[in-house]
T-cell receptor, first 115, second 113 residues
Framework: GAVVSQHPSRVICKSGTSVKIECRSL??????MFWYRQFPKQSLMLMAT?????????EQGVEKDKFLINHASLTLSTLTVTSAHPEDSSFYIC???????????FGPGTRLTVT | GENVEQHPSTLSVQEGDSAVIKCTYS??????FPWYKQELGKRPQLIID?????GEKKDQRIAVTLNKTAKHFSLHITETQPEDSAVYFC????????????FGSGTRLLVRP
């Protein structure tokens, strides 16, 4: 149980274009979804926290106009990287939790490469 | 805000030996401490967690200990195997209504056959 999927697993895009990443909870309704970015050999850095039907809360230093998060349902959150640049190339991972549980269940990640 | 420090950054052990990874946290109110294992290019996987009302938890070869007074917690892996080689992250729950986790910097564990 508690499976989270992400799509796509890998994406290559040209500088200046936008990319959308989907995160789905497959067998539970997610109370909260989180978006992380992970650079090579580094830890997970939280970008934003997303609750269904409300605006995402962004961490300090994360540009909300560049990283658009939509949490339209209890099972789907999307992250759109707008006007992507090579420095946005990274491993983007979502996670989800439900109810009063503390555990976060992670998606498989999306490898974004901006050329 | 919460800060989590993790040591060592790399750890190399012989197969069969034990491995210990340590983390300290800053917010004494934190009450949930998970450990994740991440293989290269894969998602972090929860391997064990502990809550602040418990001092130790064990699951087969893996154990976690928590010292609330000193604000540190440790991961213990006994009888290590080559498949234990991965990056391990500790985390602490931020004590607000967000359920956010603050992650340590990670430990790269290498188990030599």
């Amino acid at each position: 149980g508690a499976v989270v999927s992400q799509h796509p697993s890998r994406v290559i895009c040209k500088s200046g274009t936008s990319v959308k990443i989907e995160c789905r909870s497959l067998d539970f309704q997610a109370t909260t979804m989180f978006w992380y970015r992970q650079f090579p050999k580094q830890s997970l850095m939280l970008m934003a926290t997303s609750n269904e039907g409300s605006k995402a809360t962004y961490e300090q230093g994360v540009e909300k106009d560049k990283f658009l998060i939509n949490h339209a349902s209890l099972t789907l959150s999307t992250l759109t990287v707008t006007s992507a640049h090579p420095e946005d190339s990274s491993f983007y991972i979502c996670s989800a939790r439900f109810g009063q549980r503390y555990e976060q269940y992670f998606g498989p990640g999306t490898r974004l490469t901006v050329t | 805000g919460e800060n989590v420090e993790q040591h060592p950054s790399t750890l190399s052990v012989q197969e069969g030996d034990s491995a210990v990874i340590k983390c300290t946290y800053s917010d004494s109110a934190s009450n949930y401490f998970p450990w994740y294992k991440q293989e290269l290019g894969k998602r972090p996987q929860l391997i064990i967690d502990i809550r602040s009302n418990v001092g130790e938890k064990k699951d087969q070869r893996i154990a976690v200990t928590l010292n609330k007074t000193a604000k540190h917690f440790s991961l213990h892996i006994t009888e290590t195997q080559p498949e234990d080689s991965a990056v391990y992250f500790c985390a602490a729950r931020l004590m607000d209504s967000s359920y956010k986790l603050i992650f340590g910097s990670g430990t790269r564990l290498l188990v030599r056959p």
